[in-house]
C-alpha cells in the first residue's frame, strides 16, 4: 500500500475519535459494567475472576445483628456500619453477600463470579485501560475514573473501525467513494450514537470484524495475512459468541476454494476457541455452556414470561429490530438502504467477493436476533443489536456510489438520507438507553 491511503487513514482515525468524544460523559449503561469490572480485576490480581472481598459494591449484603436481618450496600470495605467496619463485620460472618449484579454470572467455584458477557472484551481493552491508569495515577478502589475512560476505550475501537473501514473500501473503488464509505459508516450508523459511546460488548467485536475482513482480503498480497484473519475472528468470537457465523463462512470457504489458506486460518484460530472452551468448562462445568446462556434463561422468564429464548416470533422480530421507530435499522440509518441495491449489483456482477462471503453470517445473525427473546437489546438506542452487521451493509455501498454520483436525482435522494441518519446519531448522543425508551412520543 502506498503512504498516501495510510495518512489518509490516520486522519480518518484521529478525525473520528475527536467526534466521537465532543461529548465526554459516557451512556450510563449497565451492561458495559462487566467488561470494565473484568478489566480492574486483571489489572489488580491477574485474574478475570471476581469475588465479594474484591469489589463489594457489586453485591447486595445481608446484615445480622441484634434487631435481626436487613439489606445494605457496601461502596467499599472502610465503610462505617453502626460501630465497626463492613470489613470488621465480614470477618465476623455478619455480613453476609447474597446477591449479584445482573452483569456478573455465579461459576462452579464457591463465592466466584466472571463477567456474564464473557473475558474477550476486557482483554482486548486491557492495554488501554492499563496505560491510563499508569499515565493518569488512577486508584482502582475508585472506579468513576475508570467509567469515565471506557467511553475514550470505546471510541478508539470504533475510529480505528473506520479507518480500516476505508481501507476496505480503497480495495473495490476510489479514493472519494472509499471515503464516503467511511463517513457513512462513521457518521450514519448507530456505530456513532451507540458503539463509540459505551464499552460494550459490541464495540471491540465491530473493529475485529472489520479487521479481520481486512486482513482476509489481502491474503492474496501476503499469505500470512490469512493466519492473522483467522486469529482475529477468533478474537471476535471470544468477545461475542455470535462472531462464530463469521468465522465459520470464512472458514468454510477457505477450506473448499483455498485448502492451504484454509488450513492455516483454522490454525490460527482454533487455539483461542479451545481457550475459549476451557473457560467455559472451567467456570461453568461445560465447553458449551457460557455466562450468557446462563442468564438467558433467567432474563426471558422475567422479560416474556417463559424460559424460551426463541419466544419471539420470526416476522416481529424482524419487524421491530429493521422498521420499527425504536430500533428500526433502515429508521436509524436509511443510508443503508443503498446498500441492498449494491448487494444486488455484487451478486450481479460478481464483485466484491470477499464481502459477499459474510453475508450468509449476517443473515444468520439476524435471524437469530429476529428470535431472540429480548430482540430490542434491552435499553439502548437505536438498533444495538445489529452493530456486527454493519461494516458489512457498509461496504456494499462500494458498487453503486460511482452510480449515485453520477444521477443527480439519486444523488439528491442520497444525500437527504445522509443528512438524516447523520442527524439522528447526533440525536442519539443526547439519550442514553434508558432515557430514550422511556420518553413519551403519544
Known sequence: MQATPRILAMFIFFGSLCLYNVNTTPLPTWDMYGNIFTTLSLIHDGSVEITPEEIPMLFEWKLKSNEGERLIRVAHWDIQVGEKSARQLYAEGLLLPTKEEFFLVPTVHNNVFVNTFGPGAAILALPLFYGMKVLLGYDLNNINPFVQISKFVASVFIALSVAFIFLIGL??????????VALCYGLCTCAWSVGSQAFWQQTPNQFLLVLGLYLFILRQQKPFFVALAGFIFAAAVCCRPTSLFFFTA?????????????????????????????????????????????????????????????????????????????RGLFIYSPILLFSLWGMYRALRDGSMSDVLILMPACFILMLTQFKWYDWWGGFTYGYRPLLDILPVLVLFLCPVLGSILKQRLVLILFGLTFIWSAAVQVIGLAYDGYSWDSKKVY
Open 171 to 180: 480495495e473495490y473503488s476510489t479514493t472519494l467513494p472509499a471515503l464516503l
Open 250 to 326: 470464512v472458514g468454510l470457504y477457505l477450506l473448499v476454494k483455498e485448502k492451504k489458506h484454509g488450513l492455516w486460518f483454522l490454525a490460527a484460530g482454533v487455539p483461542l476457541g479451545i481457550m475459549q472452551a476451557l473457560y467455559n468448562v472451567y467456570y461453568f462445568g461445560s465447553p458449551l455452556i457460557s455466562g450468557q446462556s446462563i442468564r438467558a434463561l433467567d432474563w426471558a422468564v422475567l422479560k416474556v414470561g417463559e424460559p424460551n429464548i426463541w419466544a419471539t416470533p420470526l416476522l416481529e422480530g424482524a419487524g421491530g429490530l429493521l422498521l420499527s421507530p425504536g
